[in-house]
C-alpha cells in the first residue's frame, strides 16, 4: 500500500473512532427499529406476529417507491429504466410471500393465546397495503372509511384514489404509440374501478403480435402481468394461512376473514392482459 493509501486508511479510521462516522446501528436507527416490537401479553408467539407483520410494512414502503418510479418512467415513455425496478418489485413480492410461510407456524391455540390483545387492530387497516391497491387499479372509495381518524393519511390515500393507476397511465402509452385506445378510458374517472374493454384487449393482442417492432411494450405487458400473477400468489396465501389459523371466523378487522379475502382472490389488476392468452 502507498504512503497516501495508508494515511487515508488511517484517516477514516480515527474518524470512525471519534464517532464523527455514523455507525451500522445509527445509520439503520436499530434503536427505534428493534425497540418497536411491544406485545400485549405474555405469549411469546405475539413477538413473531409482530415482526412479520413490521417487515412486510417495511417492504411495501420499498414497494411503493419502485411502483412510483415505474409510473414515471411509463409516463415519460422511456420503459428502459422501469424494467430494472420492476424486477425488484418482483424480488420484494417474493419476500412479502415468504412472510406468510413464518405466520403459518401459528397454530389455532398459539394465536388464540393473544389475539384479544389485538382489539380490532387488523391488517385490513394498512394504508400502505391501499396505496398499493390503489397505485395498482383496485379503486375503491368506500376503503377511505377506514382511515378518516388520520389526516394525513387519508390525504394520501384521496389522491391515489383520483390519480392515473399504473394500468390506466401504461393504456395511455399505448395510445400515444398509435394502438386505440378508446377516449372513453382515457379520459375516465380514475377514482371509479376499471372496467375491461375489448378495443383494450385488442390493443394489447396487437402489441403481442408486434413484439418484433414494440419490444419494450411487449416486456412491459409481461412485467404487468408477472406483478399481478404473484400478487394474486399473495392473496392466495393470505387467504390459506388466515384459513389455517382461524377457520372461518370473522377476522379482527370486522372483515368476514376467509370469505372476505376468496372475494378479493378473484381481482385481476390488468385483465386484458390475462383475457387475451386466450386469444394467441
Not at 394504508?127 to 398499493?132: E, I, S
Not at 376499471?194 to 383494450?200: L, T
Request: a neutral charge; proline letters at 4%.
Amino acid at each position: 500500500m502507498s504512503r497516501h493509501g495508508s494515511s487515508e486508511s488511517t484517516g477514516a479510521s480515527v474518524q470512525w473512532e471519534l464517532g464523527t462516522a455514523h455507525s451500522y446501528g445509527e445509520y439503520l436507527q436499530l434503536d427505534r427499529l428493534l425497540n418497536a416490537q411491544q406485545p400485549r401479553s405474555r405469549q411469546p408467539d405475539e413477538l413473531m406476529f409482530i415482526v412479520v407483520h413490521q417487515v412486510a410494512e417495511l417492504w411495501m414502503r420499498l414497494l411503493l417507491e419502485e411502483l412510483a418510479g415505474v409510473l414515471e418512467c411509463v409516463r415519460r415513455d422511456d420503459l428502459g429504466p422501469s424494467f430494472k425496478r420492476f424486477a425488484r418489485i418482483c424480488g420484494v413480492q417474493s419476500q412479502l410471500l415468504s412472510g406468510w410461510e413464518v405466520l403459518a407456524s401459528l397454530t389455532p391455540a398459539d394465536y388464540a393465546a393473544f389475539r384479544n390483545a389485538l382489539g380490532r387492530a387488523s391488517g385490513f387497516q394498512s394504508h400502505q397495503y391501499r396505496l398499493l391497491e390503489f397505485q395498482l387499479g383496485n379503486k375503491n372509495a368506500q376503503m377511505l372509511a377506514v382511515h378518516r381518524g388520520d389526516r394525513a393519511v387519508s390525504a394520501r390515500l384521496e389522491r391515489a384514489l383520483r390519480a392515473p393507476s399504473l394500468y390506466d397511465e401504461a393504456l395511455r402509452l399505448l395510445s400515444r404509440r398509435g394502438y386505440g385506445i378508446p377516449d372513453s378510458i382515457l379520459s375516465r374517472e380514475f377514482s371509479e374501478p376499471y372496467v375491461p374493454s375489448k378495443p383494450v384487449a385488442a390493443a394489447w393482442l396487437a402489441v403481442y403480435h408486434n413484439a418484433h417492432k414494440d419490444w419494450d411494450l411487449y416486456q412491459l405487458a409481461e412485467h404487468l402481468i408477472d406483478l399481478d400473477y404473484r400478487f394474486q400468489l399473495w392473496r392466495c396465501h393470505h387467504l390459506k394461512t388466515v384459513e389455517r389459523i382461524i377457520g372461518h371466523k370473522p377476522g379482527t378487522g370486522g372483515t368476514g376473514g376467509v370469505s372476505y379475502l376468496a372475494e378479493a382472490l378473484r381481482l385481476q389488476l390488468f385483465p386484458e392482459l390475462w383475457q387475451i392468452r386466450n386469444a394467441m
